[in-house]
DNA sequence: CGGCCGCATTTGAACGGTCAAATCGCTCAT
DNA sequence: ATGAGCGATTTGACCGTTCAAATGCGGCCG
């Protein structure tokens, strides 16, 4: 079925037919119905190498997957969201893996070359991640989701992880806490540097100790999870002798007992904003969206704003 | 970067280049390795789009993500795996979205319509799902991860949960279960009707009751984990009082406390064969492949291989 | 010495679109 | 009546690769 066919049936040419379904206010209304009509008879749909043969566009965005799969459960549900936005721009994502580090680069750069990708949607950042640099030095498109290291080129969209931790901090400070401490990523990891601030900030506005005795640095639920069960070895009541709190708002958040208090990401904006920002010049400022708080009874505070109750740890009926 | 350019500067003609490629042996040995020369030199690939259009192969396998994020703990490190096999093909794995059901398969057609992917991997199956035979009738390539129903046409590949659940029951008798309840999903889904008939073959052969009312119908790490937790809520100490296992070494399964004893899918080698299977006929038999009892705390099961022992539970150092 | 065979390599065409420029048919001003 | 102007449509060329057929070139045989 190609592009001929459908202008013999309709009686035109190629490119009128071309031009319906690329530019459809150059044609005739007439003409434009009757191809269409030829179109949906026929069941024609344009051959993607030949259109991104002459147009020198693959019509995918790259995505390579962490090299440590099951760590991040996040990625799951990411996934799915940047694959619905990057298909409203009528693009498709394209999965791959590459070694770590600067010898990954390779695979980036090939994909590129072959023209297999237009551009790349990066996650999963560490501390000196190459690709940014790289990527913006051979003039390659791409946004960063979150945790770039702050003087790395290249759009980038990111949850507002210090807003979110000062809410945390003054949610519990409501709830009548006083020891307020913060566990995170060991010292490297660029990930939740900004929510080490946000508690840190918050601890000093409400007059709490927020010293480096207190920072033992769990800012994700898997960290979380292993806090809340320490903390029940200690015999101690979760959610009011100690409340606990998490960021990711994963299936584990809700799966343990009791459901953990965490900050949902707001995921579906995240990734329109990513397939936006691909488009956008490499200066674009990172793109600080905001977290929401999920109440769940490890540390049930209030949040003031509607509809941020979580849903009910599983099991509990 | 064209095969002219490269062509002209190891002063062969464009097919020669396109040979050393994709048919070495057609071309001199001297010859070759000049022409190789220059590719290195001038960073040549071939263009992904160009090569599409004329073998009329897009390169890609598309993969639907599941319509429910999050509910498959499985899947990243699935679709890891998934990713490693295609490309192991020279290929690369496109994400898409669909709706559910019948309508759905509109958007399976368009990107083969389109030439925009050559197969399909189908996970994710439900009971009468209507992919198998849609695609097939239509002659698509495709093969299926597990779960459809024994009806379905083309080749699929699975983990032979019979077997690994017999191998189960049979753990638990050694550690001197008698009483050994089986709980599932909902009558109506496929999944884990294999591991019914092995609970139940492997009862049967202790002879240990396995009437219905020993069928609760979980199968699943997830599944497992509410029952544990049902458990201690009653008092009871699990992997002595009573032994819980599920089915799947999800992250869940050491997440919790005490870890949960369950069967891991070896996802390499599923992977690998559904890529093979890929290229085989649509009658080609269901490969099954044996799943390895992961034995933690939850029911410590000695299985006699050797290897089994899965990684400790979480924070437990 | 001419013709034939086989290997290595080259040439022409085609894959299915889209871009750019050309053409067509009308209207309207000159 | 002529031609400029304009919107709608068509034609020619090209994107980069591979297939199929053609060509060139030794060696071998008769």
């Not at 990057?86 to 580090?101: I, K, Y």
């Not at 480096?212 to 806090?227: I, N």
Request: aromatic fraction near 4%; charged fraction near 20%; charge should be negative.
């Amino acid at each position: 079925m190609t592009v001929r066919q459908v202008a013999e049936r309709a009686g035109v040419s190629r490119q009128t037919v071309s031009n319906v379904l690329n530019a459809p206010e150059r044609v005739d209304p007439a003409t434009r119905a009757r191809v269409q009509a030829a179109i949906d008879v026929l069941g024609y749909r344009p051959n993607r190498s030949a259109r991104s043969l002459k147009t020198r566009k693959a019509g995918l965005i790259g995505y390579c997957l962490a090299r440590r799969p099951g760590l991040n459960p996040f990625m799951d549900v990411f996934l799915h969201a940047l694959c619905g936005a990057v298909e409203n721009a009528d693009h498709h994502v394209l999965l791959f893996s590459a070694p770590d580090g600067e010898q990954g680069m390779g695979v980036y750069g090939d994909l590129v070359a072959q023209q297999a990708v237009d551009a790349f949607v990066l996650s999963d950042t560490v501390t000196d991640d190459p690709r940014p640099r790289w990527l913006n030095e051979r003039g390659i498109r791409f946004a960063s989701f979150g945790r770039t290291g702050d003087g790395e080129p290249g759009p980038r969209v990111d949850v507002d992880g210090a807003t979110a931790c000062a809410e945390l901090v003054a949610g519990l400070f409501a709830l009548g806490h006083r020891d307020i401490a913060f566990i995170g990523w060991s010292n490297g990891v660029v990930a939740g540097a900004d929510r080490l601030d946000g508690w840190r900030s918050e601890c000093d506005h409400l007059g709490l100790s927020a010293g480096e005795d207190m920072v033992v640095r769990v800012v994700s639920d898997l960290l979380a999870v292993g806090a809340l069960r320490e903390v029940v070895h200690r015999g101690l009541k979760v959610g009011e002798d100690v409340a606990v709190t998490g960021f990711d708002d994963s299936v584990l958040a809700c799966a343990v007992q009791p459901g953990l208090t965490t900050v949902r990401q707001p995921i579906a904006e995240i990734a329109a904003t990513l397939v936006q920002l691909l488009q956008a010049p490499v200066d674009t400022p990172a793109v600080l969206l905001p977290g929401e708080i999920v109440s769940r009874r490890s540390a049930p505070v209030t949040t003031g704003l509607a509809g941020s109750r979580g849903q009910p740890a599983l099991g509990t009926r």
